[in-house]
């Protein structure tokens, strides 16, 4: 017999529809048997009712439905209008080629005759299932093209946000991230749902700042009246049934939502909005915040019973001026993927470049470095294969860049340890002061405060010697 996989995801729940209840037994034991969750309906109510309650991973539908209102293509047609996304397989005794043909066109993943063969009936569930949970992931792909599903840096603070990801993930705990705007918190709920056993279900991700609080509850919840003549709203818990909602800046949600989120989180089940039907969800909550979490308990804007509940495993994400070591690495990072993605040649940054982006403040953090590194590849002049120089980032970074940095040779001089660094400072100095004098070594050791035999054993030690074909010293190894 074809197995399914052992390790499933939370959501492979199947709903058998068929009037005959010897049949709808033997399907559920097969499937069962399998280790799939699976409920029954004998008819068109039932099914609607069932799908009502919690949306299933795949329905199985018998095409002819004795004592039900409708039968089993009115039924498909009805599902495929409210939810395109779930996988129908059709089943009937009565079977021909034109039913399968009507059944596929209006939607249905297959058709299988009865009596069916265990081991086909088993691999088609297993292939739809798939086929779902791949399309789940190519929307996922195509919405957060550029969204980053790992920390980049080597920091010790980065070192230990992955440690805790990895103990935390497989639990299924909820989990407070905390943290500056573009420090990476989303990044953080990510990589939670990616190492835990959720993995392959949904990953919905709600901004409570960025939603309208009027809306929040119809974002959250769902309606299960039509809107605007079309079909019903599903909210976003119900959405994540079996994965992981990611509730963004959670202490901008009203408080008389928060009230009502407690009681989902206590009682994993609500009603949707207009609505009695009572939605069972199984859903793992990450949520976030970037302001000062007890402080905003204190303050009455985040309930602290919410807070409790939230707040499991909290995990702080520093800003990107607390580890100031990783913006090499991560600049680098942006910088490649920018280019990959524009179909433009990999540029490097430059040592002055380096060392401008780890001076600069950041206040967007980790967001914002990375928009500058798209801004790079897009304004920077010069020759691809040249390294990126200070004064080809984007202004808002070398408006507060240090005077040292915006030297001609300071790519090269921040490559260098202090007494290099230090020889070759003398070394262009001297050499721009002679040149100003016109070649006088008297002049220009009285301007630079030496004694003229001390500057020529000084010219002589940095390798400087004798006057070019227009009277400037040249000096060894100066380009």
Not at 252 to 262: A, F, I, N, R, S
Not at 267 to 281: H, I, K, M, P, S
Request: overall charge negative; aromatic content about 4%; charged content about 25%.
């Amino acid at each position: 017999m074809v197995t399914a996989p052992k390790d499933k995801s939370l959501t492979q729940d199947i709903l058998v529809v068929d009037d005959e209840g010897d049949i709808r037994l033997l399907l559920k034991g097969i499937l069962n048997d399998e280790g799939w969750s699976v409920r029954e309906a004998a008819n068109s109510d039932e099914t609607m009712q069932a799908i009502l309650a919690r949306k299933p991973s795949l329905v199985i539908l018998d095409i002819w439905l004795q004592g039900s209102k409708k039968d089993g293509m009115e039924i498909l047609k009805d599902i495929r209008a409210e939810h395109p996304d779930m996988p129908v397989i059709m089943i009937s005794g009565h079977g021909n080629i034109e039913t399968a043909v009507a059944a596929t066109k209006s939607g249905a993943f297959d058709f299988i005759e009865k009596p069916f063969k265990t081991d086909r009936l088993v691999l088609q569930v297993q292939h739809a299932l798939e086929s779902a949970r791949l399309k789940r992931e190519n929307s996922a792909l195509r919405s957060l093209a550029g969204a980053d599903s790992d920390l980049i840096g080597r920091s010790s603070a980065v070192n230990q946000i992955r440690q805790i990801v990895d103990r935390v993930a497989p639990t299924g705990s909820r989990v407070m991230i905390v943290g500056p705007s573009g420090a990476g918190k989303e990044t953080v709920a990510r990589m939670l749902h990616a190492r835990s056993r959720r993995a392959d279900a949904a990953f919905v991700v709600i901004n409570c700042a960025a939603t309208q609080p009027e809306h929040l509850e119809l974002e959250l919840f769902g309606t299960e009246q039509p809107i605007g003549g079309g079909s019903r709203k599903i909210g976003v818990l119900e959405q994540s049934h079996g994965g992981t909602l990611y509730l963004d800046e959670v202490s901008d949600m009203p408080v008389e939502t928060q009230g009502k989120l407690v009681r989902v989180l206590q009682e994993q089940a609500f009603t949707r909005l207009g609505g009695n039907t009572r939605v069972e969800v199984d859903v793992r909550v990450i949520a976030a915040s970037s302001g000062d979490v007890q402080m905003e308990v204190q303050l009455g804007k985040l309930r602290q019973d919410l807070y409790y509940r939230l707040n499991v495993v909290p995990i702080k994400i520093p800003g990107l001026t607390e580890r100031r070591e990783d913006i090499p690495t991560l600049a680098a990072y942006f910088l490649a993927r920018a280019a990959e993605q524009g179909g433009a040649a990999a540029r490097v940054l430059g040592e002055d470049a380096i060392a401008a982006l780890q001076a600069y403040n950041w206040p967007g953090n980790v967001r914002q470095l990375r928009n500058a590194m798209e801004w790079v590849m897009i304004m920077a002049s010069g020759d691809p294969s040249e390294p990126v120089r200070m004064d080809m980032l984007p202004p808002e970074v070398t408006s507060t860049t240090p005077a040292v940095l915006r030297w001609e040779h300071s790519g090269e001089i921040m490559g260098l340890p202090l007494r290099d660094a230090r020889e070759m400072f003398e070394r262009e100095y001297l050499i721009a002061q002679v040149t100003r004098f016109g070649g006088n070594i008297s002049r220009t050791a009285n301007f630079v405060g030496m004694e003229r035999s001390a500057l020529h054993r000084k010219l002589k030690l940095l390798g400087v010697h004798g006057n070019g074909s227009d009277g400037v010293p040249v000096a060894e190894g100066i380009n």
